[in-house]
């Protein structure tokens, strides 16, 4: 039972410094000061973090990450510093909890509590990157709260029942596990978006010519799915967005071919094979949005679901102007095919 308690503190402290390492600490060695809790007993190698030091200092952090956690754009490059501080706080507050007096077991129990961490710090940092993406602030300061309240929350829980804490963790933490690559994705793409922002600004340019070739290992792709039986009239390179049976977050190609002019499809990298999907577009309309950090193909229907977006980088603009531009022909020319009111031209989306 001591041994499942002792697993339940060192798993939900590494846990927690992923979240916010200063407050984490900050909290502990002042409740140990001021005599809140009691560890010298039960955790003698935890009273180290009541020393004044230990607490004036992280309490400083802490008031300054207080006020950076809470910019857009600031908290992400926060996150992005404290990468590497996070992990080792985690892995030193592990080896502290568990006391080890075998220095092979310390790194072990160092590299375990760090993993933990980075974990988390990931999932915060992938958090924060997706929520910088909108224009407001509020979203920053509530997500900022909320984990600090998840911390106050996480090490009231830990002093009341270390068994359950350990519980409680380990499920978080196999649910991190599970999602983890999803959110990988996102945060690469976004990323990637960041960076070309960055290296290339948009170009309105007024003549776009469209690339009309495929990589090869996703031409076969498209060949095994029957999707190119008819001549490419453009492939361009983006990222899947949201849509049923589209990837999200995955970097693929946009196809048109000269078949049926409401049908495109999207042929896309998943892990260790290459996916294929046909869109049958009919009854849908076409709209340009540009983003903070993308411009997107936007593909809706009133009469059918879901909605399909298509994410170019914000250098693209130029070649997302000449896709619309396409796209709205190729719908207008399928609704004479059926008999429907044409389309309208094209628009954009507010941003």
Known sequence: METLQL?????????????????????????????????????????????????????????????????PWVDSLWDTVHTLIRPVGGALLAIRVLGTPDPIFDVIVGLLGGSVTLMVHSVKAGARLMVNHSPEPFSNIALSFAEEAVVLGGLALIRRDPILALVIFSILLLSVAYFGPKLFRAIKVNVWLFWRKLASPAADQLDTELPKTLPHELEIACHSANLLGEKIVWAVPCIGGSGRNIPANHFGYLIATEGEPSKIAFVARRRWRKSAEQLDLATYKVAHEPKFLSENVVLYSLEKKPKYIFVFARSQRAVVKAVVASMQDRLSRAAALSGRVEVPNPISLPA
């Open 7 to 71: 697993l339940g503190i060192a798993l939900g402290l590494a846990s927690l410094a992923g979240l916010d390492l200063y407050l984490t600490v900050f909290v502990t060695g002042l409740a140990i000061q001021q005599r809140w809790i009691d560890v010298a007993m039960t955790h003698p190698e935890l009273t180290v973090l009541a020393h004044p030091a230990i607490v004036i200092i992280s309490g400083a952090l802490f008031a300054m990450q207080f006020f950076a956690d809470k910019v």
